[in-house]
């Protein structure tokens, strides 16, 4: 990405061709509009076990890609409030599903005591096609019950698709929908904004829904690309109106067009957009939502006022990656200014820095949290995906907040996921000197939860920071400074899905460097060296770390489920998600380490790790 943006203002042939790799690229995730016609409806006869997670969601087999939607409920609307888990580009998990051709997660939402899931899903086949929005149920968000499709194409203004959208809760708690609906085949793709209400208020499952006549909703119009015109937001309410966001591009200008209305039915378009950014190309599954300054406390999508930030998240079409910035919401102009605490556009702050896309939160007025969810796609092929009959996964929901120092956001696995924790492991006090690990043993390490402080004693020997790095991105640092690279303190972390003899590993861990005015930490995970099989996306993800290290510890949590690592750095402050496919560190014959290859010794003061049960998963 940094390699790309330090060239947006070259040559136009420059520009176009890196353009041109990113695409073919996309940072080893599967775009959504990649069509394999002789896959979409090949149906899995057996589904291969070896990779799929254990309790990471997952349907049984074939496609699933995760936009988000979110269900609201306006504080000043009606007495109770949901927020719809907004999409990800192709999983979701509420009441809202509205996908473009990927696994996406529409949204969850959470209604009359019940979490709904809704995904984007191809019921005849392991790659993106035939999508319809696949429904799940649940009272936890961990354990899942499959229930009919929700939303599938059937009328005019969606028969060539149905894809992202969110979910709102009207006046009198009636959840309605918004999708993308596209109304004309390729090339052409015209996308329209429709919506979608339950046949049947009274039922907490929300098993049927009715797509009336009077659709689309919302249609571009006004200069907007009909092509480029998706991802209804949950809406919010304040002075009078209905407010929704909906993402587009200009040019090469991301945009995330505002429209209002005071019915829910009749919608216009602003003057201005809420905001956009130059340079940035397609902004897909926008979510725009205010978190409190205050506290840890979620809070409706509606409110605003003095003791609230707003965060607006992006999902950029040509890299794969999202970022969000933070930021000031003026209802009366309706316009959001970014705080100049970090960068608006590619280089910015992101949710996570591995493999995780087309996200959505949702206010879950039960416990009154804001909660995240992200989809994470494969790193192996089409044909690949065929072969073991499923494709994609959704990450473990989490819990999001605005941290102490107002300048970024924290996350951490919803409390519920250790209900799944089984038998439990500890070290206590085992020094590290340079080149030492230590193995994790008396539970299965290719499905584990693992919660880990690390702490040194100096940081007299950290390596300078080679002022030539500011020029590129954490990943490429990552991959300049391995986990078998000998650094000063650091590096050191977690050997995860590793094999008895360290052929196949996914190392997850810190390096400290030292630049001109303060400590610069590095988390990275390293997919390199996870798996002996060629031809896989191995990627060296990596994300710095703004955490104050006087008291000269660090934190990690990794959740390792056989083909997916989720880590937790410093309390969440970054996040990295890498999917792996080892060949020999599979099932019992995974293992866990602790390592050290800096020469300052590190001392592992506590290590907790769980073996994790499987939850009932559709």
């Known amino acids: ?63 699933i890609n995760g936009s988000f939607f979110q269900i609201s409920i306006s504080l000043s609307a009606t007495s109770s409030s949901f927020l719809y888990f907004t999409h990800s580009i192709f999983f979701n998990l509420a009441i809202l599903l509205n996908l473009s051709p990927l696994f996406i997660l529409t949204g969850p939402m959470y209604y009359k005591g019940v979490y709904h899931l809704f995904y984007q899903y191809n019921p005849k086949g392991a790659v993106w096609g035939n999508i319809v929005w696949a429904h799940s149920v649940s009272t936890d968000l961990i354990n899942w019950i499959p229930l009919e499709p929700a939303i599938y194409p059937s009328k005019p203004f969606d028969q060539y698709g149905c894809w992202s959208g969110s979910a709102t809760i009207l006046p009198g708690n009636k959840p309605i929908i918004l999708y993308t609906g596209i109304v004309d085949p390729k090339p052409a793709q015209t996308q329209v904004q429709n919506y979608a209400v339950p046949a049947n208020y009274s039922d907490p499952y929300l098993r049927e829904w009715i797509k009336p006549d009077n659709n689309p909703l919302v249609v571009a119009k ?108 003026f209802p009366k102009i309706d316009r959001y200014v970014p705080d100049n605490t970090s960068v608006d556009g590619w280089a910015g702050l992101r949710y996570d820095y591995g493999n995780f896309y087309a996200s959505k939160t949702f206010f879950d007025a039960g416990k009154n949290r804001r909660i995240l969810w992200g989809w994470a796609n494969e790193s192996d092929t089409a044909d690949e995906d065929v072969q073991k009959g499923w494709a994609g996964i959704q990450l473990i929901p989490r819990s999001l907040w605005l941290d102490t120092s107002g300048k970024q956001l924290l ?93 196949e590993y996914t190392p997850v861990f810190f390096r400290i460097f030292k630049a001109q005015d303060k400590h610069r930490v590095l988390m990275c995970s390293d997919a390199t060296t996870s798996s002996l099989k060629d031809g896989l996306y191995k990627p060296s993800y990596a994300g710095y770390v703004d955490v104050d290290l006087a008291d000269k510890k660090l934190s990690l949590r990794s959740l390792i489920d056989h083909s997916v690592v989720e880590s937790f750095g410093a309390g969440g402050k970054t996040v990295i998600s890498s999917r792996v496919y080892p060949t020999l560190a599979v099932f019992d014959d995974a293992h866990l380490y602790a390592f050290n290859n800096g020469t300052e010794t590190v001392t592992v003061e506590t290590l907790d790790a769980w073996s994790m049960k499987k939850p009932l998963m559709n």
Request: one cysteine or more.
């Open 411 to 503: 996350q951490w696995p919803i409390e519920e996921l250790e209900t799944l924790r089984g038998e439990k492991v500890q070290l206590n006090n085992v020094k590290l000197n340079k080149g030492d690990y230590t193995e994790v043993k008396g539970i299965p390490a290719a499905q584990a939860d693992v919660e880990v402080t690390f702490s040194f004693p100096s940081l007299d020997k950290v390596e300078p920071f080679d002022p030539s790095w500011e020029s590129i991105d954490a990943q490429k640092l990552c991959s300049l400074k391995g986990s078998t690279v000998q650094g000063g303190v650091g590096p050191f972390g977690l050997l995860t899905l590793a094999s008895e003899k360290l052929e």
């Open 1 to 63: 990405m940094e390699f790309f943006n330090n060239r947006l203002s070259w040559a136009l042939p420059v520009f176009l061709a890196s353009l041109c790799l990113l695409l073919l690229n996309n940072n080893g995730v599967q775009a959504s509009h990649n069509v394999y016609m002789h896959y979409q409806s090949l149906s899995a006869v057996n589904v291969k076990q070896v990779h799929r997670t254990g309790f990471h969601f997952q349907p049984k087999k074939h496609w």
């Open 222 to 329: 006004n200069g907007e690309n009909s092509t480029a015109f998706r991802d209804p937001t949950t809406a919010w309410w304040v002075n009078g109106h209905w407010r929704i966001l909906v993402g587009s591009r200009r040019k090469h200008r991301g945009m995330a067009y505002l429209y209002r209305s005071r019915d829910f039915m009749k919608w216009t378009k602003a003057k201005h957009p809420l905001h956009s950014s130059a340079k940035t190309g397609m902004w897909e599954c926008p979510d725009f939502f205010p978190v409190s300054k205050q506290d840890a406390t979620g809070l409706d999508t509606s409110v605003v006022g003095e003791n609230v930030k707003h965060v607006l998240k992006v999902s950029l079409d040509v890299t794969r990656f999202e970022y969000y910035t933070l930021g000031t919401y």
